[in-house]
């Protein structure tokens, strides 16, 4: 929000044909991304593809940090109300944008991460990327069902994905326990405690 306001407010012109490109007219601009992503996208095929992933919540993040920006300059330039009550009034949308925020910073880290990762880490670290991208995916599923970028087919398909890529943690379950350092305290559940199978 800080940008916007700074983008705008040196020289209202130009910065708002800044903006304008940007969002709306450039190459990369979300406002183009519906279109582009339509043509190409193949649900079992595209979910694999880190690159879906990234675009696929950049996109949802600068569409909430739009939206959210036209909400607060309505509120306030159009029906005069104070700018706390405004904010007050828009906390869903805000909470959305920050949770968006985040994930989408995870995401990235994540992949430089997988990137930089030694070749014997790299199968292991990539199934939880995978995870954790598909699952954040499907948590939205309806917003971007609602922007139609998702058809019911393509939630089934991330709903499969999910269930395979779990089968996949299900199986290097201890080693991802030993690597992540979990105490045995918190390793003691009832159900591993009579079972010798566990």
């Given at each position: 929000l800080t940008q916007y306001q700074e983008g705008l407010a040196a020289n209202k012109f130009s910065g708002v044909l800044t903006y304008l490109n940007q969002y709306f007219l450039?190459?990369?601009?979300w406002f183009s991304f519906p279109f582009q992503f339509a043509g190409t996208f193949r649900p079992r095929r595209s979910f694999t593809d880190p690159k879906v992933h990234l675009d696929?919540?950049?996109?949802?993040?600068?569409?909430?940090?739009?939206?959210l920006a036209l909400r607060l300059v309505?509120?306030?330039?159009?029906q005069r109300k104070d700018a706390f009550l405004a904010w007050n009034e828009c906390?869903?949308?805000?909470?959305?944008?920050s949770t968006g925020h985040i994930e989408t910073i995870v995401l990235e880290r994540f992949q430089d991460a997988?990137?930089?990762?030694?070749?014997?880490?790299k199968p292991a670290l990539s199934i939880l990327y995978r995870l954790y991208a598909l699952d954040r995916l499907y948590q939205q599923r309806a917003w971007y069902l609602e922007h139609k970028l998702f058809s019911r087919d393509a939630g089934v398909a991330l709903q499969r994905l999910i269930a395979s890529t779990c089968l996949q943690v299900k199986e290097r379950a201890l080693a991802y326990v030993d690597a992540f350092g979990?105490?045995?305290?918190?390793?003691g559940a009832l159900l591993?405690?009579?079972n010798a199978k566990y």
């Open positions: 450039g190459k990369n601009s696929l919540m950049r996109y949802r993040q600068a569409r909430l940090l739009h939206t309505y509120k306030i330039k159009i906390l869903d949308h805000i909470g959305a944008v997988l990137q930089n990762a030694p070749p014997s880490l979990v105490p045995e305290s918190c390793l591993a405690q009579h």
